[in-house]
T-cell receptor, first 110, second 109 residues
Framework: DVKVTQSSRYLVKRTGEKVFLECVQD?????MFWYRQDPGLGLRLIYF???????EKGDIPEGYSVSREKKERFSLILESASTNQTSMYLC?????????FGPGTRLTVT | GQQVMQIPQYQHVQEGEDFTTYCNSS?????IQWYKQRPGGHPVFLIQ?????EVKKQKRLTFQFGEAKKNSSLHITATQTTDVGTYFC?????????FGAGTILRVKS
């Protein structure tokens, strides 16, 4: 079974803090993705990566950056957290077809 | 950019009734995928449709891909309480997967 894990299920941070969200997959997938999920908006792609040290902007990259130093790990960074970044963050990894999602991190920025 | 419109946003049905959610794209899709997210859970892949006019079934779930590869539907026959959750379609445009906003299904027993 594919396993995608995320470092935290719940996180509370203050405005202006730097936030790291970690995602690890154990299936040697090349493709990894970060989404945020908000009610009524579905899943919106923040960044994705098709290989180590490679990253591409998704639909809503502003305020975020990513890092992929190793194939199994894809990190999402909020350089200076803001209240409008309060959301559920989902990581996914993928062979060429379907995506496997992690459990999600519910981030609250106060 | 590419968008996948999904309707309805929300549906509340009596147990045993049928349920359908629809997705539409203004441009042709390479394929379309469907995911289910249980309350408090994460999206889980259900199926992928690739061919024009394709129909696939999984027990009480029927998935269709339109002839023009611009629309798709998921139909659940005789819903059960275990069907509750949010159903997402995701359309592929080249190497990009774009999710619909999802349809929340509630089943009243």
């Amino acid at each position: 079974d594919v396993k995608v894990t995320q470092s935290s299920r719940y996180l509370v941070k203050r405005t202006g803090e730097k936030v790291f969200l970690e995602c690890v997959q154990d299936m040697d997938h090349e493709n990894m993705f970060w989404y945020r999920q908000d009610p009524g908006l579905g899943l919106r792609l923040i960044y994705f990566s098709y290989d180590v040290k490679m990253k591409e902007k998704g639909d809503i990259p502003e305020g975020y950056s990513v890092s992929r130093e190793k194939k199994e790990r894809f990190s999402l960074i909020l350089e200076s957290a803001s209240t409008n970044q309060t959301s559920m963050y989902l990581c996914a990894s993928s062979p060429p077809l379907e995506q496997y999602f992690g459990p999600g991190t519910r981030l609250t920025v106060t | 950019g590419q968008q996948v419109m999904q309707i309805p946003q929300y549906q509340h049905v009596q147990e045993g009734e049928d349920f359908t959610t629809y997705c539409n794209s203004s441009t042709t899709l390479s394929n379309i995928q469907w995911y289910k997210q249980r309350p408090g859970g994460h999206p889980v892949f259900l199926i992928q449709l690739v061919k024009s006019g394709e129909v696939k079934k999984q027990k009480r779930l029927t998935f269709q891909f339109g002839e023009a590869k611009k629309n798709s539907s998921l139909h659940i026959t005789a819903t059960q309480t275990t069907d509750v959750g949010t159903y997402f379609c995701a359309g592929r445009y080249g190497n990009k997967l774009v999710f619909g906003a999802g349809t929340i299904l509630r089943v009243k027993s």
